[in-house]
């Protein structure tokens, strides 16, 4: 089930792994509970976002989605695309996507809870904490802020918290309605990403 899948999904960055090969770190991560990943390589173009695609795809045994590029999830067969709002409009390529393909979508505030893709598979709500991961993010939401967001949600659209969250906050945002948690930092930055991983899953289980 997709739900199982949203229960940890740790998001790649360059700029964190710091030289690292990101191959070994994600699958660290994954021996440590990670249940997805989702390639997040900004702004290298598209052929070195495809690389590291192609690469997790054909090493982790748990779904792979790629930030902002359909073309390039299609094209390495990822498991899915994570859409933000200034991405391409997920309705407008909806009829080219396999069966199973999974979307995801970014909710930060109720106006673009309003206009959310409607076939979306997970709804990613955030920032739920301040975050050092995307400069643009807006203000913190906390768990009540996420509860408001996600009641927000579709029936049945499972919903995760993203967003400056570590193994010490992500049981609030799982107590506030979260299906799970994306996470950067806190298992990228770490020089155990396994174990960083491991007490993730233990805060959301």
Sequence with gaps: ???????LMVLT???????????DVCRRAVAGGASSVQVRWKPAPAGDVAAVARALVAALPVPV????RVDVALAVGAAGVHLGQEDVPADAVASHLPPGFI????????EEARSAYPGAGYWSIGPCYATRS??????????AGFA??????????????IGGIDAANAGAIRRAGAAGVAVIASVLE???????????RRAVA
């Design 190 to 200: 770490s020089d155990e990403p396994e174990r960083a991983a491991r007490d993730l």
């Design 134 to 143: 995307k400069a643009d993010a807006g203000a913190p939401l906390g768990p």
């Design 103 to 110: 979307v995801g979508v970014s909710v930060g505030s109720p």
């Design 13 to 23: 960055d360059a700029a964190l792994l710091k030289g690292r090969d990101v191959v």
């Design 148 to 161: 408001a967001l996600a009641q927000l949600a579709p029936p049945g659209v499972p919903v995760i918290g």
């Design 65 to 68: 989605l790629v930030n902002d």
């Design 1 to 7: 089930m997709l739900v199982d899948h949203l229960r």
